[in-house]
């Protein structure tokens, strides 16, 4: 796909700077428990100030600063892909008959099952379970049928370096991609990123490498690479002699790029819970910092001068008494109360609502689990998950049955060199 230059940097540079991307590394960094909570400054508050009437920020260096991200969210796509995944692919091919099928039939029907099993190769499934983790965590997935050393695979682009182009009416027909990454250069006096690109329509790839050309950033064709005017090659080698013919340039007819959506809106799993994640986290930071900073009795101390006070703080802390001849001292204890309950009870809100809107079932919820709730009542418990699950099945069976489009054009085509041989 010939595309210019000054378009190939808006679009990256729009994508970069869009909200879709930025909800796909916020869904990547909850996964793996890289919460906002933990660029949280705990030690710094803001306060009015009546002498200006300004907010103005205040750093307290003495402040328990700690930081407590939870991971419902790794829970909860953990937790989706099982519900969706656990039970092995199951792929078969089925020959039309108008009635019982014999047993040349059948194997035949069996023969092609093994060789589109042998396509997909052992690891397949697991490709599966990490598409449908990427899609949950970033609302969409992608795969790219390529060769590698003449086989076919099934190859996985993070989500955040792929940028779809889809057609004008529609908005759902594939017409091109763009998929870019970044590698340190250094050739140079200094190690620089550098952007690499490769655009795809129906028929072709090419390949353009960021250049600085005086104070200017542009794309230019990747002159390292050979323009290849296809999608793939085959080498058509001589039976005999075993010397390589001919080399076939082969392409797909149409974007080699498939999707897995994870709803039909595109949407992350951490959407609709994020802002109740957060809350959580704070919530309960706070309160561990809260714990930390107070001590169980705070000591009101008058009638004390400077070094008699620091003598009788030692004197509390070695041996827990305080003794006197200065009629006008005065000691007095006061406890302070922590709202544990209210804490809890907002808590346990919280958790109630992130598993609500995150749609997932609280495994750790006495009240719905410790009673051994019978078949309608799990059914009950599961209908949100399964419907969760619904959303991305759809948009996975449709991305299975393009995965097989590939893996049939491929035997075909290695059916016909095989002719080709002889």
Same mark, same amino acid.
């Given at each position: 796909?010939?595309?210019?230059?000054?378009?190939?940097?808006?679009?990256?540079?729009?994508?970069?700077?869009?909200?879709?991307?930025?909800?796909?590394?916020?869904? $990547?960094?909850?996964?793996?428990?890289?919460?906002?909570?933990?660029?949280?400054?705990?030690?710094?508050?803001?306060?009015?100030?009546?002498?200006?009437?300004?907010?103005?920020?205040?750093?307290?260096?003495?402040?328990?600063?700690?930081?407590?991200?939870?991971?419902?969210?790794?829970?909860?796509?953990?937790?989706?892909?099982?519900?969706?995944?656990?039970?092995?692919?199951?792929?078969?091919?089925?020959?039309?008959?108008?009635?019982?099928?014999?047993?040349?039939?059948?194997?035949?029907?069996?023969?092609?099952?093994?060789?589109?099993?042998?396509?997909?190769?052992?690891?397949? $499934?697991?490709?599966?379970?990490?598409?449908?983790?990427?899609?949950?965590?970033?609302?969409?997935?992608?795969?790219?049928?390529?060769?590698?050393?003449?086989?076919?695979?099934? $190859?996985?682009?993070?989500? $955040?370096?792929?940028?779809?182009?889809?057609?004008?009416?529609?908005?759902?027909?594939?017409?091109?991609?763009?998929?870019?990454?970044?590698?340190?250069?250094?050739?140079?006096?200094?190690?620089?990123?550098?952007?690499?690109?490769?655009?795809?329509?129906?028929?072709?790839?090419?390949?353009?490498?960021?250049?600085?050309?005086?104070?200017?950033?542009?794309?230019?064709?990747?002159?390292?690479?050979?323009?290849?005017?296809?999608?793939?090659?085959?080498?058509?080698?001589?039976?005999?002699?075993?010397?390589?013919?001919?080399?076939?340039?082969?392409?797909?007819?149409?974007?080699?790029?498939?999707?897995?959506?994870?709803?039909?809106?595109?949407?992350?799993?951490?959407?609709?819970?994020?802002?109740?994640?957060?809350?959580?986290?704070?919530?309960?930071?706070?309160?561990?910092?809260?714990?930390?900073?107070?001590?169980?009795?705070?000591?009101?101390?008058?009638?004390?001068?400077?070094?008699?006070?620091?003598?009788?703080?030692?004197?509390?802390?070695?041996?827990?008494?305080?003794?006197?001849?200065?009629?006008?001292?005065?000691?007095?204890?006061?406890?302070?109360?922590?709202?544990?309950?209210?804490?809890?009870?907002?808590?346990?809100?919280?958790?109630?609502?992130?598993?609500?809107?995150?749609?997932?079932?609280?495994?750790?919820?006495?009240?719905?689990?410790?009673?051994?709730?019978?078949?309608?009542?799990?059914?009950?418990?599961?209908?949100?998950?399964?419907?969760?699950?619904?959303?991305?099945?759809?948009?996975?069976?449709?991305?299975?049955?393009?995965?097989?489009?590939?893996?049939?054009?491929?035997?075909?085509?290695?059916?016909?060199?095989?002719?080709?041989?002889?």
């Amino acid at each position: 796909m010939a595309i210019e230059s000054r378009l190939i940097k808006e679009l990256i540079s729009e994508f970069n700077m869009s909200d879709i991307k930025k909800k796909m590394l916020d869904g $990547e960094r909850y996964f793996r428990d890289q919460n906002d909570i933990l660029k949280k400054d705990m030690k710094t508050y803001t306060v009015f100030d009546q002498k200006t009437g300004n907010k103005k920020k205040i750093v307290n260096e003495n402040k328990s600063d700690e930081h407590l991200p939870h991971g419902f969210y790794w829970k909860q796509v953990n937790q989706k892909k099982s519900y969706i995944c656990g039970k092995p692919i199951t792929i078969t091919y089925n020959i039309p008959t108008d009635g019982d099928k014999d047993e040349k039939t059948k194997s035949a029907e069996k023969k092609i099952t093994n060789m589109v099993w042998n396509t997909l190769g052992p690891k397949f $499934e697991k490709l599966i379970k990490n598409r449908v983790k990427e899609a949950s965590n970033k609302g969409r997935a992608w795969l790219h049928p390529n060769y590698r050393n003449g086989k076919l695979v099934f $190859e996985k682009y993070p989500t $955040e370096e792929c940028i779809p182009i889809y057609d004008n009416e529609t908005q759902t027909y594939l017409i091109g991609f763009i998929h870019f990454y970044t590698i340190q250069d250094l050739t140079g006096d200094k190690p620089e990123d550098r952007i690499y690109v490769e655009c795809w329509d129906e028929k072709e790839v090419r390949y353009y490498i960021e250049t600085k050309v005086n104070d200017t950033t542009i794309f230019l064709e990747d002159v390292t690479r050979p323009r290849p005017e296809c999608h793939w090659y085959r080498e058509i080698y001589d039976n005999a002699l075993n010397n390589l013919k001919r080399i076939e340039k082969h392409s797909w007819g149409k974007v080699p790029f498939i999707e897995i959506e994870n709803n039909e809106e595109k949407m992350t799993d951490l959407e609709p819970i994020k802002p109740l994640i957060d809350a959580y986290d704070l919530i309960n930071s706070n309160y561990v910092n809260t714990v930390e900073d107070l001590k169980e009795i705070i000591w009101l101390i008058t009638g004390y001068g400077a070094e008699d006070l620091l003598a009788l703080i030692e004197n509390l802390k070695v041996n827990g008494v305080a003794r006197t001849n200065d009629t006008t001292g005065k000691i007095d204890a006061k406890l302070l109360d922590i709202p544990y309950e209210a804490r809890q009870a907002l808590l346990k809100g919280l958790k109630e609502l992130i598993y609500e809107f995150g749609r997932a079932v609280d495994t750790s919820n006495k009240d719905l689990i410790g009673q051994a709730p019978s078949g309608v009542s799990l059914e009950f418990l599961y209908t949100d998950l399964d419907m969760k699950a619904d959303d991305m099945i759809g948009g996975l069976t449709s991305a299975l049955y393009e995965v097989l489009w590939y893996v049939l054009e491929d035997l075909i085509n290695q059916e016909y060199s095989m002719k080709q041989k002889k």
